[in-house]
């Protein structure tokens, strides 16, 4: 079964750092783009971050360029999102996902995991 785990997440004060991780079981990780999401009440669903296994590359949003790397494990088969300088507006529930290529959609991503709750306090 093709399945996404996240975990990691946690309350932490601004400025501090955390490490999502997404453990990818029944396909292989590398044979994909692997993006972070984060929805925060009320607002829409927008891509953080995104691994693409065609070329290696990594995208970002403007938000978070800087501050967060996305990374993967090709032993573990599992994708992190490292979150450093935390901000107060990084606060939202966070979800990997997972399809051919990277996109901006959400839409466009067939592969989802049950989502982890980051919470940074002033």
């Known amino acids: 079964e093709v399945q996404l785990v996240e975990s990691g997440g946690g309350l932490v004060q601004a400025g501090g750092s955390l490490r999502l991780s997404c453990a990818a079981s029944?396909?292989?990780?590398?044979?994909?783009?692997i993006a972070w999401f984060r929805q925060a009440p009320g607002k829409e669903r927008e891509g953080v971050a995104c691994?693409?296994?065609?070329?290696?590359?990594?995208s970002y949003a403007a938000s978070v360029k800087g501050r967060f790397t996305i990374s993967i494990d090709n032993a573990k088969n599992t994708v992190y999102l490292q979150m450093n300088s935390l901000k107060p507006e990084d606060t939202a529930v966070y979800y990997c996902?997972?399809?051919?290529?990277?996109?901006?959609?959400?839409?466009?991503?067939?592969?989802w995991g049950q989502g982890t709750q980051v919470t940074v306090s002033s």
């Open positions: 996902a997972a399809d051919t290529l990277c996109s901006d959609y959400s839409y466009e991503y067939d592969f």
């Open positions: 029944g396909f292989t990780a590398d044979d994909y783009a």
């Open positions: 691994i693409a296994s065609s070329d290696g590359r990594t």
